[in-house]
């Protein structure tokens, strides 16, 4: 098993940044791939972002892409999303997912953190 605990979120104003966390514990080599999802109030849940553990490439949803970044340390089992240039529709729940490979799909996803609210005022 894989435990994912994230942190970090909190209300900004439009424009600001916030730095979201997530660490893992347990059997964390089965989480090659830690990926960062968001869910908005009556929206399904959506991709924003992964990276691989091993080789550290990362992928971006292209309404994130060039605002938001994802890195990893792994000798603290901690991916890290940073969220810069916020917006008030980048408002919802973000998860943190852990799975053996990459995926835009929440269900190719075997690990979930608890999620952590962001909030963007405008």
């Known amino acids: 098993q894989v435990q994912l605990v994230e942190s970090g979120g909190g209300l900004v104003q439009a424009g600001g940044s916030l730095r979201l966390s997530c660490a893992a514990s347990?059997?964390?080599?089965?989480?090659?791939?830690m990926g960062w999802f968001r869910q908005a109030p009556g929206k399904e849940r959506e991709f924003v972002g992964g990276?691989?553990?091993?080789?550290?490439?990362?992928y971006y949803a292209d309404s994130v892409k060039g605002r938001f970044i994802t890195s990893r340390d792994n000798a603290k089992n901690t991916v890290y999303l940073q969220l810069n240039r916020l917006k008030p529709e980048d408002t919802a729940v973000y998860y943190c997912?852990?799975?053996?490979?990459?995926?835009?799909?929440?269900?190719?996803?075997?690990?979930w953190g608890q999620g952590t609210q962001v909030t963007v005022s405008s």
């Open positions: 997912a852990g799975g053996p490979r990459f995926s835009y799909t929440n269900s190719e996803y075997n690990y």
């Open positions: 347990g059997r964390t080599l089965s989480t090659a791939v």
């Open positions: 990276i691989s553990r091993l080789t550290g490439s990362t």
